[in-house]
């Protein structure tokens, strides 16, 4: 069996690596734009922090790596063209021009996503940056050490968390963001309120609800970011608007959403035979609205990319889909999500939506320390299922949302979370668990 893999970050690693596990007989050949796989862009504003002192570390993979294990691992090589009824696609060579054809009894598109870049005039100015790959984590960490007015776009997770990193760098930063909250795709008002005065009080210069409109430059570096509003000194800029799937290749040839994510069954299976498709550039399950959404997330696309290769042959393990759980740590806060925020919930969906928030020890307070955390559920008043859940706290109690997904993932409602047995010792928790509670003043 002859498998090509198209792009190979996260879920394509994950695919290759199952799939030569699963039939060592298979050639495997890979077909990858960058020199490098499986870097995890997470962490590149721990990097930025120092907190994770070599960009290098931040890989988990490597071609070496892979080729060792037999696959066939072509980095600098994009795929030009793919004709999907004759299995044949159309390969260049990044290094030497060259292009060729290869074929393939079975196909894995891996494609990912891309920062979305809107045109803004003077974009091209130096030192704006973006902030997805190895290449990007180097020019980051390379214009940072000049500059002193550091400008993020975008108040998403990767956006706060490198607000973060610049301030302990001692950097003046502003975070600026067409929303009226910071990261308001995943949290509701009461716990970005948390948030955004812990950043207000590090001096960070928080500019929400307000619209970037152009660049302005010095000798062809950026010197001025001008907002629909105000305007502001930047030496350095980097744009975290937000990542759209990379799936300009198959536009047209396959069953895709309006902004390209591929659409995919429950076995990772594109409309077209033989095709597989996984991570960013895929549609996702999103369980809480019982719809498919595109959510680009590391843990779906290293789930997506396992599927495929157990999927390959046979429609053997289904996708369960996500909740689109997720957390952050924001100097001492420790916060998490899963599921539908409440606002999220009012206005994508037509849920009867219900919230509750509770605030509670993390354990008795008899214990030499103890913290105050807050969690909220969210669900729906007509099934009681529950929807959507978040936590704050200065102790790491992000686990909980695990918990609570799988909670989602099970359709489970109010009342069975109310009763559901948590353990109880008293250097972790309470006899009623933090969910328990919540679930019972839902009640």
């Given amino acids: 069996m002859k498998i090509v893999v198209v792009g190979c970050t996260h879920a394509g690693t994950a695919a290759v690596v199952n799939m030569k596990e699963l039939y060592p007989e298979s050639k495997i050949t890979i077909y990858e734009k960058n020199n490098n796989i499986s870097f995890l862009s997470c962490g590149i504003a721990l990097n930025v922090a120092n907190v994770v002192t070599e960009t290098e570390k931040l ?29 044949i696609i159309l390969v260049k060579n990044l290094l030497t021009g060259e292009e060729f054809k290869d074929d393939y009894d079975k196909l894995v598109l891996t494609l990912g996503s891309w920062p979305i870049v809107p045109k803004f005039e003077g974009g091209q100015l130096e030192n704006i940056v973006l902030c997805k790959n190895y290449d ?23 956006g706060v968390e490198l607000a973060e990193a610049f301030e302990i760098q ?17 949290l509701d008002k009461e716990f970005t309120d948390i948030a955004e005065a812990e950043f207000t009080k590090k001096g960070v210069n ?12 010095i000798d062809n570096k950026v010197s001025k970011v001008v907002t629909d509003k105000e305007e502001f000194e930047a030496d350095l800029v980097v744009l975290c608007i937000g990542f759209a799937p990379s799936t300009k290749l198959v536009q047209g040839k396959l069953d895709t959403l309006p902004n390209g994510a591929i659409i995919i069954d429950d076995y990772m299976r594109t409309s077209k035979k033989d095709v597989f498709a996984a991570g ?13 959404r595109y959510i680009p997330l590391a843990t ?36 998490a999500s899963t599921g539908l925020t409440e606002e999220v919930a009012k206005n994508t969906t037509d849920l009867n939506v219900g919230s509750v928030i509770a ?12 913290e105050e955390a807050t969690v909220k559920l969210v669900f729906d008043k007509d099934t009681r299922r529950v929807i959507g859940g978040q936590i704050i706290s200065q102790i790491d109690l992000t686990q909980f949302m695990n918990t609570l997904s799988v909670v989602i993932q099970n359709n489970m409602t109010i009342e069975e979370l109310a009763m559901t047995d948590f353990f109880f010792q008293p250097h972790f928790n309470k006899p009623w668990s933090l969910l328990n509670i919540a679930a019972l003043k839902a009640l």
């Fill in 59 to 87: 890989f988990y993979n490597s071609p070496e790596s892979l080729s060792a294990s037999g696959i066939i691992t072509n980095m600098k090589h994009e795929v030009l063209d793919i004709d999907f009824d004759n299995k």
């Fill in 136 to 158: 990007h984590a180097q020019v980051i960490n390379k214009k940072c050490k000049d500059a002193k007015n550091v400008v993020v776009i975008g108040a998403g997770y990767i």
């Fill in 170 to 186: 001692g950097k003046n930063v502003t975070l600026i963001d067409a929303e009226n909250r910071i990261m308001a795709k995943y």
């Fill in 206 to 217: 928080l500019v929400l609800g307000q619209k970037v409109s152009k660049f302005e430059g």
């Fill in 280 to 292: 960013d550039c895929c549609v996702v399950n999103f369980n809480p609205a019982n719809e498919k």
């Fill in 300 to 335: 779906n696309a290293v789930r997506m990319g396992t599927l495929v290769a157990r999927n390959l042959i046979n429609p053997t393990l289904k996708y369960m889909g996500t909740q689109g759980t997720s957390g952050i740590k924001i100097y001492d806060l420790c916060i």
């Fill in 359 to 370: 605030s509670d020890n993390y354990r008795p307070e008899f214990m030499p320390t103890f």
